[in-house]
T-cell receptor, first 109, second 113 residues
């Protein structure tokens, strides 16, 4: 059974304080590793797809990386508008993404 | 370009009742997936529709059923509602489905009393 575990569950940062979110996955034959951002009362918003170990993707202050067992979402010099829940999902042989419980990020001004 | 739209946004039902939720996919997308998200949890896969057929199903009972129409829109039906069915129901669309990123609507908040 595919499993995705995210840590920490919650993270509080000061504006400008860089940090990383972790996503550990166990899937049979990784087809894709996905990162989403979810604001309160909204649906998840797609950020990145990573397909193979060593791959990296960047978007503004966010950078996602992938190894054979985990993915990291690095947040550089975050701003209050980066506050949200970040969801990780991994798809294996079924191509259906299994989601983690998410990391709730709060960035204080 | 309209994204994924879901209706209604909120719904309150009583135990034992039946509910139908609706979803219109993003323009150009032909695959629709439904997820259930309980408070503080990640989305849980219910099922996926492609070419008007249920292509895959998660670990949900038969009380959960769906349909996809020729215009790719979709419905989720839940019969004999239980208190535990209270959740945010998310519809996601994708192109061809296999490994394409999912584009989500803002969900329907279902409360069962």
């Amino acid at each position: 059974e595919d499993q995705v575990t995210q840590s920490p569950e919650a993270l509080r940062l000061q504006e400008g304080e860089s940090s990383s979110l972790n996503c550990s996955y166990t899937v049979s034959g990784l087809r894709g590793l996905f990162w989403y951002r979810q604001d309160p009362g909204k649906g998840p918003e797609f950020l990145f797809t990573l397909y193979s170990a060593g791959e990296e993707k960047e978007k503004e202050r966010l950078k996602a990386t992938l190894t054979k067992k985990e993915s990291f979402l690095h947040i550089t010099a975050p701003k209050p508008e980066d506050s949200a829940t970040y969801l990780c999902a991994a798809s294996g042989g079924s191509y259906i993404p299994t989601f983690g419980r998410g990391t709730s990020l709060i960035v204080h001004p | 370009d309209a994204g994924v739209t879901q209706s209604p946004t909120h719904l309150i039902k009583t135990r034992g009742q039946q509910v139908t939720l609706r979803c219109s996919p993003k323009s150009g997308h032909d695959t629709v997936s439904w997820y259930q998200q309980a408070l503080g949890q990640g989305p849980q896969f219910i099922f996926q529709y492609y070419e008007e057929e249920e292509r895959q199903r998660g670990n949900f009972p038969d009380r959960f059923s769906g349909h996809q129409f020729p215009n790719y829109s979709s419905e989720l039906n839940v019969n004999a509602l239980l208190l535990g069915d209270s959740a945010l129901y998310l519809c996601a669309s994708s192109h061809r489905g296999y490994n394409s990123p999912l584009h989500f609507g803002n969900g329907t908040r279902l409360t069962v009393t």
